[in-house]
Every structure is written in structure tokens, then in C-alpha cells.
């Protein structure tokens, strides 16, 4: 079974290598999907896999890279794209 969600990630959060590390998580985890910075200073993100997986990862970003400060973390059900791997999208 595959779940997706999206996520957008509130607080201190570009600048601090959060995307990076998103990528390096996700990957690891074996998840597909993508990651950007936002235009009003959050960073979103979409991921695709194994609840399990998603879960844990999600649980993940609530915390971020130790440079991050997260303050709130918005998730919601998201249509399957059918992605394949995990990557790093220009700010959108």
C-alpha cells in the first residue's frame, strides 16, 4: 500500500539546508516525491510510499536539520502523481 501526503513546513526553515536534508531523508526511507521552497519562507513537500515510511518522515521534518526551527507542520492528503524517487524542485 502507498500513501501520499503533502506537507508545508513553517518556521526557520530555508537557509538551513532543510531541502538538502529532505532529499537525503526521503531517500533513505525509499520514498518518491519532492521538496521546494516557497515563495513566503516555508518549504512543501510531497511524499510518496509506505505509511509507515511517510509517517516516520513526517515525524522527521517536525523536527528538520539541527539549524531548522520548526514552529508548525501543515499535512494533508495528496493525489498519487505516480513519482519515482525523491527530488529537489526550484522554489515554487
Given at each position: 500500500?502507498?500513501?501520499?501526503?503533502?506537507?508545508?513546513?513553517?518556521?526557520?526553515?530555508?537557509?538551513?539546508?532543510?531541502?538538502?536534508?529532505?532529499?537525503?531523508?526521503?531517500?533513505?526511507?525509499?520514498?518518491?516525491?519532492w521538496?521546494?521552497?516557497?515563495?513566503?519562507?516555508?518549504?512543501?513537500?510531497?511524499?510518496?510510499?509506505?505509511?509507515?515510511?511517510?509517517?516516520?518522515?513526517?515525524?522527521?521534518?517536525?523536527?528538520?536539520?539541527?539549524?531548522?526551527?520548526?514552529?508548525?507542520?501543515?499535512?494533508?492528503?495528496?493525489?498519487d502523481?505516480?513519482?519515482?524517487?525523491?527530488?529537489?524542485?526550484?522554489?515554487?
Open positions: 500500500m502507498r500513501v501520499v501526503r503533502h506537507a508545508i513546513v513553517c518556521g526557520h526553515v530555508q537557509g538551513v539546508w532543510y531541502r538538502g536534508w529532505t532529499v537525503e531523508n526521503a531517500t533513505a526511507r525509499g520514498l518518491a516525491g521538496v521546494r521552497n516557497r515563495p513566503d519562507g516555508t518549504v512543501e513537500a510531497v511524499f510518496a510510499g509506505p505509511p509507515n515510511a511517510v509517517e516516520a518522515m513526517l515525524d522527521a521534518c517536525r523536527r528538520g536539520p539541527a539549524a531548522a526551527r520548526v514552529s508548525d507542520i501543515l499535512v494533508d492528503d495528496a493525489p502523481e505516480g513519482w519515482t524517487g525523491f527530488v529537489q524542485r526550484p522554489t515554487g
